[in-house]
């Protein structure tokens, strides 16, 4: 079984940032694709960025492109969210995601089977 630990989330004003991290613990591999989704107020959840196994590769929804980076460490088993000049509609519940069997960055949160609790993120204007 796996579990994943989210931090980071909390109170932010418009243009600030935030550092979301997340820690993967029990039976996980170095090769699982890892993410973040999202689920703003009365919406569904959505994809906010994905990295690969080693790294390598990472993807990001067009919203917040060039705004979030993602990263990993996998000596710790953690990733890294760092989110800049956040905007109000970044607020959300954002959720840590794992993917057993996938090594690449996919967007759909099918792929992933083993989810965080979520931590609110919210942005004043």
């Known amino acids: 079984q796996v579990q994943l630990v989210e931090s980071g989330g909390g109170l932010v004003q418009a243009g600030g940032s935030l550092r979301l991290s997340c820690a993967a613990s029990?039976?996980?591999?170095?090769?699982?694709?890892m993410a973040w989704f999202r689920q703003p107020p009365g919406k569904e959840r959505e994809f906010v960025a994905a990295?690969?196994?080693?790294?390598?590769?990472?993807d990001y929804a067009d919203s917040v492109k060039g705004r979030f980076t993602l990263s990993r460490d996998n000596t710790k088993r953690t990733v890294y969210l760092q989110m800049n000049s956040l905007k109000p509609e970044d607020t959300a519940v954002y959720y840590c995601?794992?993917?057993?069997?996938?090594?690449?960055?996919?967007?759909?949160?099918?792929?992933?089977?083993?989810w965080g609790q979520g931590t609110q993120v919210t942005v004043s204007s």
């Open positions: 995601a794992l993917s057993r069997w996938s090594a690449d960055t996919p967007r759909h949160y099918a792929e992933y089977d083993y």
């Open positions: 990295i690969s196994w080693s790294g390598g590769r990472t």
């Open positions: 029990g039976r996980t591999l170095s090769v699982n694709a």
